[in-house]
């Protein structure tokens, strides 16, 4: 079963940490994405990558960054967390040409106190 | 800018009825769209898409309907099922940028026994 693994289900972190949120697909897909869900705003594409080494600034990547060093893995960075950070983190992953949309990780559900 | 939305944030309906999940885009490029179900604390699933080039797209209980010239789509489950209970998203892309996908806010579908 084809599976795309967050690192933990649930965080809770204090104002000014820097915050990891871990991703791992094994699909072998080119392309590996970080959203927030957030009530009312559906979810907003953060930062985004097509290969090993390459990403891309998606809607809303202030206060993030991002890092894909090997192809199955994608890691979400809060440099300094805040409390408007608290949130759902959702990982995805896809083949190039998306045909067949995204497969999902269960959500890593971060508070910052 | 919302380019794609969901106006109703929740819909109840009584088991064995039709439940009918609307979502409207404004992006004219956008040419293939997705629907995606969440249950709590999991990632979202996906549940069916459809190409531009088609007007609906069917499978089993679910239908999905897109009219280009009103940048309108739907989704149609028939009938509803207390287990279809869930958010379910509405995801655009396009063609030329077939990396990414633009969700709606979501609509909570609550399937009465």
Redesign the interface.
């Known amino acids: 079963d084809v599976k795309?693994t967050q690192s933990s289900?649930y965080l809770v972190k204090r104002t000014g940490e820097k915050v990891f949120l871990e991703c791992v697909q094994d699909m072998d897909h080119e392309?590996m994405?970080w959203?927030r869900q957030d009530p009312?705003?559906?979810?907003?594409?953060i930062y985004?990558s097509?290969d090993v080494k390459m990403k891309e600034k998606?809607d809303i990547p202030e206060g993030y960054s991002v890092s894909r060093e090997k192809k199955e893995r994608f890691s979400l960075i809060l440099e300094s967390a805040s409390t408007n950070q608290t949130s759902m983190y959702?990982c995805?992953s896809?083949i190039?040409?998306?045909a067949?949309?995204?497969?999902?990780?269960?959500?890593t559900r971060l508070t910052v106190v | 800018d919302q380019q794609v939305k969901?106006n109703s944030?929740s819909l109840s309906v009584q088991e064995g009825r039709i439940s009918i999940l609307n979502c409207d885009y404004t992006n004219s490029m956008f040419d293939?769209f997705?629907w995606?179900k969440k249950y709590p604390?999991?990632?979202?699933?996906?549940l069916i898409?459809i190409s531009s080039i088609k007007d609906k797209n069917e499978d089993g209980r679910f239908t999905v309907f897109l009219n280009k010239s009103a940048k309108h789509l739907s989704l149609h489950i028939v009938p509803s099922q207390p287990g279809d209970s869930a958010v379910y998203?509405c995801?655009a892309?396009e063609s030329g940028s077939?990396?990414?996908?633009?969700?709606?806010?979501?609509t909570q579908l609550t399937v009465l026994p």
């Open positions: 795309v289900r392309n994405f959203y009312g705003l559906g979810l907003r594409l985004f097509y998606g959702l995805a896809s190039r040409q998306m067949y949309g995204y497969t999902f990780g269960s959500g | 969901q944030p293939y997705l995606y604390a999991e990632g979202p699933t996906f898409s998203f995801a892309s077939a990396r990414q996908l633009t969700f709606g806010s979501g």
